[in-house]
């Protein structure tokens, strides 16, 4: 079973932060964090999507459905953020998952001086309607702007998927103090040993 540090939160939106729960995607054998239907349950809890509690227990085909739908999002997500259009078949799994619960009401707020969408995500009675607010959040980012500042974490054994919302739209990490201090670290201990081997003149 996973635990709470299992995941990590830096997307942006709650759909890059479940593309993002299978790890390390760079590798042959990416790591995969929802291993059994209560990991997917425990997930869907702490992104605030399903109620905490014991809901009904969630079968193999819902974990299933659910990990297609992760990928399909990821795939449309880095088409879409690239100037590409996603393939037929992950609009239709898009659609026909974010076609399962009922749209939440639009609302907004102020924020900056400004008057702007706030988010509608709901919780959902159950993990199969928690999936689709996951692709209703997907198709949303799909149509927005904000699809442009979609990136993957620059650090080589990262590869998170996070929303740019930086001011210069310059972004290069999914956080900071993980990746990149980690990288900066780093590049600063290479630096150093070749210093080191440079004879001096």
């Not at 996603?86 to 799994?93: A, E, Q």
């Not at 980690?182 to 040993?193: E, G, N, S, W, Y």
Request: aromatic share 4%; hydrophobic share 40%.
């Amino acid at each position: 079973m996973a635990t709470d540090d299992t995941w990590i939160w830096d997307g942006g939106r709650v759909c890059l932060d479940f593309t993002n729960t299978l790890r390390h995607r760079w590798r042959p054998t990416p790591g995969e964090t929802l291993r059994n239907p209560g990991d997917l349950t425990l997930w869907l809890q702490r992104a605030g999507l399903l109620a905490p509690g014991i809901p009904d227990p969630v079968d193999a085909a819902v974990l299933a459905s659910g990990r297609r739908l992760r990928e399909a999002v990821d795939r449309a997500v880095l088409a879409v953020s690239d100037g590409r259009l996603p393939s037929s078949s992950d609009v239709v799994l898009l659609n026909g998952s974010a076609a399962q619960a009922p749209r939440p009401a639009p609302q907004i707020a102020i924020k900056g001086g400004h008057l702007e969408p706030a988010s509608t995500t709901t919780m959902a009675p159950d993990p199969a309607t928690a999936l689709a607010l996951i692709a209703q959040d997907a198709v949303d980012l799909l149509l927005s702007t904000e699809i442009r500042r979609v990136r993957v974490c620059g650090a080589d054994t990262c590869a998170l998927r996070f929303l740019d919302r930086s001011p210069a739209h310059n972004r290069r990490w999914c956080s900071m103090s993980r990746c990149g201090n980690r990288t900066k670290v780093r590049l600063h201990q290479a630096r150093a040993r070749r210093s080191e081997r440079t004879p001096a003149d």
